[in-house]
């Protein structure tokens, strides 16, 4: 019989593992830093793939519930330069293959499709250690333990569980990501929103670059992308909104006035993301009682890539699980050296940078963009 599991965090992957857990008849709990599912923003949208999200999604047994909330003509995009002069243009035709959701709906929708009690909310975790014969003990915040023959990390850059397994800590790439809403913009700002059409846009230029999504209801969602030392806000209060989008829009002086809105107009506070990513290859030696599934196990820059392969390795694990109730430590060996075949052959994140915000952009992103395009 499977052992006791304790899934340390309740990101997409680590819900897409519960479910599939729960769908084979195996209990779970999930413990979850957050207090609860509305504490904060969940991200913008994210293009679920067929090679790897939407069967996750399939061994969950939520396809459906999946595409009903597929935002329909998000699959188009544009690429402008600074001076908001469109250089490629693909409207969504109904061809594509990875449709946009909501991170947020996907994640309520998981939630949505465990039994209560699941997950355990304010559950933050202080430190894990070993217990011996494969068991561990995980100690909270508030003082709290829980002990669990089988811990699995789903708990992202900073994880709390990866010590267990190995001594990698994510370094720096030389990007930090500002992160701004603009709401009902098609009213307020509609330059703006003429200016990133129906679905995202990428405004590009050598160190700077804005990625733009348009979400529900007019909100377009803006991910301020700059090659810049770590410390490029040394001087300034990061807790000062108006200061840092200073900072920020003026990396962009002389850009179009409709590009730079998305700095100075936005409704919300910049949220300040640097950019990191595990080392390359990353893997460790079988440890007993204990793996990694995301951001935990094998973290790169955001890319298209990371919810998709979180929910993979969440919905993969689950089924090892199901299919060697009796072994643990068999089915973890089987999860662990397939997903580190699995995301070697992927690896190449910050390469996706260099295409962006490299010293040929924004043409080196529209030949990419172009020839992927001709691929499909």
């Known amino acids: 019989m499977t052992p006791p599991i304790t899934v340390v965090g309740a990101g997409l992957g680590g819900l897409v593992l519960a479910r599939v857990l729960h769908r084979n008849g195996i209990p ?86 465990l039994p209560d009690g699941t997950v355990r909310w304010g559950r933050k975790v202080s430190g894990v250690r070993a217990l011996g014969g494969g068991g561990h003990e995980v100690r909270f915040t508030d003082g709290a333990t829980v002990k669990t023959s089988l811990l699995i990390g789903a708990d992202g850059a900073w994880s709390r569980v990866r010590p267990l397994l190995s001594g990698a800590t994510p370094r720096y790439v030389g990007v930090t990501s500002v992160e701004y809403f603009l709401c009902d913009a098609d009213t307020r ?48 209060d990061a807790a000062d909104g108006a200061a840092v989008s200073a900072r920020v829009a003026a ?30 290859g990353h893997r460790w030696a079988r440890v007993p009682g204990v793996t990694l599934i995301g951001d935990a196990a094998h973290l790169e820059p955001p890319n298209g890539e990371g919810a998709n392969t979180a ?26 050296q397939a997903m580190f075949a699995r995301t070697a052959a992927d690896a190449g ?6 295409l962006m915000l490299g010293d040929d952009a924004p043409h080196s992103w529209v030949a990419m963009m172009g020839g992927a395009e001709r691929a499909s």
Do not use: K
């Open 28 to 113: 779970v709990t999930v413990c979850e830093a957050e207090t609860s599912s509305a504490a904060r923003t969940q991200g913008g949208l994210l293009d679920i793939h067929p090679w790897n999200g939407q069967p996750a999604l399939e061994a969950a047994g939520l396809i459906e519930e999946f595409r009903g909330l597929v935002l329909p003509g998000r699959e188009s995009y544009r690429v402008l330069d600074r001076a908001g002069t469109v250089l490629l243009d693909r409207p969504d035709d109904g061809t594509g293959v990875r449709p946009e959701v909501a991170r947020g709906e996907l994640r309520q929708m998981l939630l949505d499709s």
């Open 189 to 236: 700002h509609p330059a703006t929103a003429a200016a990133v059409g129906a679905g995202s846009l990428f405004a590009l230029a050598p160190g700077r670059g804005l990625l733009v999504y348009r979400e529900r209801g007019g909100t377009l969602h803006a991910y301020v992308q700059l090659t810049v030392a770590r410390d490029w806000l040394a001087g300034i």
């Open 251 to 280: 990396e962009f002086d002389g850009w179009a006035p409709e590009l730079t809105a998305l700095i100075t107009g936005s409704d919300t506070a910049p949220v300040v993301r640097p950019l990191h990513a595990l080392p390359a």
């Open 349 to 354: 994140g910050e390469d996706v940078y260099e």
């Open 311 to 336: 929910m993979q390795d969440g919905a993969e694990l689950g089924r090892a699980l199901a299919a060697h109730p009796d072994d643990v430590e068999v089915a973890l060996a089987a999860y662990e």
